[in-house]
């Protein structure tokens, strides 16, 4: 499997999980749950600009709207690494997945204003496991690990020969 496909399998998976979930993760019925697949232009630009502008539509996953007339200007975008928000008057800010996984309450601290905080951290929880590998996908790439060395230390040897057999031949003149 290629790497942009294996990369494009699990975006898929990411996007699935937050499909059935992103709705359970709001905190009001006035916020709109949005997964990448019905979410409107208009709401993802206006996300970008206010406060997820280095997020590329293909990299998100699921936005939720906290804006009072839904136009998408704050809220929190949930993107392939991680959350890009921005409450009522607040920054900007970013919360990576990997910060997530280190420190477990960083979502409650930060976005439990605005969100489910324990729902959207199981939902997290969810994302981030994608990417883990599984125990033969594992032994798969330590294999290729090996064989790629093994391909390298040959040809290191092949190197050093021809060297060797150049110097030998020039100090023989």
């Not at 290729?144 to 023989?172: C, F, P, Y």
Request: proline residues 1%; charged residues 30%.
């Amino acid at each position: 499997m290629s790497y942009l496909m294996e990369t494009e399998e699990k975006i898929s998976k990411k996007r699935d999980i937050v499909r059935q979930s992103i709705e359970s993760c709001t905190l009001s019925s006035s916020y709109q749950a949005y997964y990448y697949d019905n979410l409107p232009d208009k709401v993802f630009y206006n996300a970008k600009k206010n406060y997820a502008g280095n997020v590329c539509k293909e990299d998100v996953l699921g936005l939720i709207d906290v804006s009072v007339f839904g136009s998408g200007k704050r809220g929190l975008l949930l993107s392939v690494e991680g959350i890009y928000y921005r409450k009522s008057s607040s920054v900007a800010e970013y919360i990576a997945y990997k910060d997530i996984a280190k420190d477990k309450d960083i979502v409650a601290r930060k976005l439990g204003d605005v969100c489910n905080a324990k729902k959207l951290s199981e939902m997290v929880k969810k994302i981030m496991a994608v990417d883990r590998y599984t125990p033969d996908e594992l032994i798969d790439k330590i294999n290729d690990t090996v064989t790629q060395t093994d391909i390298a230390a040959h040809r290191v040897k092949e190197t050093v020969e021809t060297v060797m057999n150049v110097l030998e031949g020039w100090m023989s003149k």
